[in-house]
Structure formats: C-alpha cells, structure tokens
C-alpha cells in the first residue's frame, strides 16, 4: 500500500518525497492565499508524518520447523517474547 501511495503521489505531483511536496504545496498555498492548495499540502505532510513515524516491523524467529511441530509464542510482557517449539509426540 505505501509503494503505490508514493507512486500515486511521485506521478501526481512531480516529488518523491510527500513531506517535500507536502511543503511545497503548503507553502505555495499560503503565499498564494489558496485553501484547496494549503489543504492538499497539509494533507500530504500528515501523510508522511503518519508513515514515517509507525513502528517497523521485525523479524522474530527464523528457523525452519519439522512438520506437525507447534511454535507457541509467550507474550506476556512487554519487550523480548520468549519462542518455544514444540515437538510432535512420537508414536
């Protein structure tokens, strides 16, 4: 979703940045007087803030699992959850 945001807003406004073409066009509303410009811009600088400033995501564990094994994430903390893979019973 965030690549074709960006691509959306590189075709649409000619910047590659929508904090850079947010500015431009804020500042460009507000020099002219404009509110459909200074609303974009705004719009767009929200934009960036809010996709700049969530969490990125991370990798957990890494490691392949036998088949029929359960992984059982202990989460009951904040911080660094504890992983445990749990084997199949033998027959």
Known sequence: MANRTKKL?????????????GLRRTLTGLREGD???????????????????????????????????????HHKKRGAPRIEVIKPPKA
């Open 35 to 73: 509110r459909t410009e200074l609303y974009i811009g705004l719009a767009l600088t929200a934009l960036a803030y809010i996709s700049r400033t969530r969490p990125q995501r991370e990798l957990l564990f890494r490691k392949s699992i036998p088949e029929g094994s359960a992984l059982v994430i």
């Open 9 to 21: 807003i590189e075709r649409a406004l000619g910047a590659r940045d929508p904090r850079e073409a």
